[in-house]
């Protein structure tokens, strides 16, 4: 599985965007980028995800660079809520028996009032 | 619709003890997965299983083992407890095939070995 590197942690302002990068200069042509988040203790909860194009959901944008080597996880207005510790996670297409997710040590963002 | 229940959400055991951790979906995923988290770290995948009655191994599984008996549980079991196994445990199902691989959490279980 490709590595990601991520910052250990970022702040922002309230209603600004967060930009979080991700770098995975490892990943392979069929593997996939993850955004998961986790707040305070709770259980991690998935964001979005991509494989060559930009994508947008209702919490995110996730822009992915042409040659794919890495990634930004943008929140377009932070609010207090999205404190969290948000994690950048590759992996390969469902593979039979051979799938797992690995966490790294994600990136802190704090938003600020 | 409960998603991904996790029992007990604590525990306190003495070194040598034995428990099980239950874990129950109700969205009739096929994979399921065990993980732990240390403080201030990531989380790290124990075992998993890809369907009913099959099992394999993650990062770190040493110390543990599982069973999936029926495609809606997945247990933990830890046969002879140690404080390095102190660590909150997630446990997370997901649909399986096709490319969305999103992960449904439970809540956790904080796991204290003395």
């Known amino acids: 599985d490709a590595k990601t590197t991520q910052p250990p942690s970022m702040d922002c302002a309230e209603g600004r965007a967060a930009n979080l990068p991700c770098n995975h200069s490892?990943?392979?042509?069929?593997?996939?980028v993850y955004w998961y988040r986790q707040i305070h203790s709770q259980g991690p909860q998935y964001i979005i995800h991509g494989l060559k194009n930009n994508e947008t959901n209702e919490m995110a944008s996730l822009i992915i660079t042409e040659d794919r080597k890495s990634s930004t996880l943008i929140l377009p207005h932070a609010t207090l809520r999205d404190t969290a510790v948000y994690y950048c996670i590759v992996r390969p297409p469902w593979v039979d028996s051979s799938y797992k997710l690995i966490f790294g040590s994600g990136t802190r963002l704090l938003v600020r009032p | 619709n409960a998603g991904v229940t996790q029992t007990p959400k604590f525990r306190v055991l003495k070194t040598g003890q034995s428990m099980t951790l239950l874990c129950a979906q109700d969205m009739n995923h096929e994979y399921m997965y065990w993980y732990r988290q240390d403080p201030g770290m990531g989380l790290r995948l124990i075992h998993y299983?890809?369907?009913?009655?099959?099992?394999a191994k993650g990062e770190v599984p040493d110390g543990y083992n599982v069973s999936r008996l029926k495609k809606q549980n997945f247990l933990l079991g830890l046969e002879s407890a140690a404080p390095s196994q102190t660590s909150v445990y997630f446990c997370?199902?997901?649909?399986?095939?096709?490319?969305?691989?999103?992960?449904?959490f439970g809540e956790g279980s904080r796991l204290t070995v003395l």
């Open positions: 490892t990943i392979s042509g069929n593997e996939y």
């Open positions: 299983s890809v369907g009913e009655g099959t099992t």
């Open positions: 997370a199902s997901s649909y399986g095939g096709g490319a969305s691989g999103e992960l449904f």
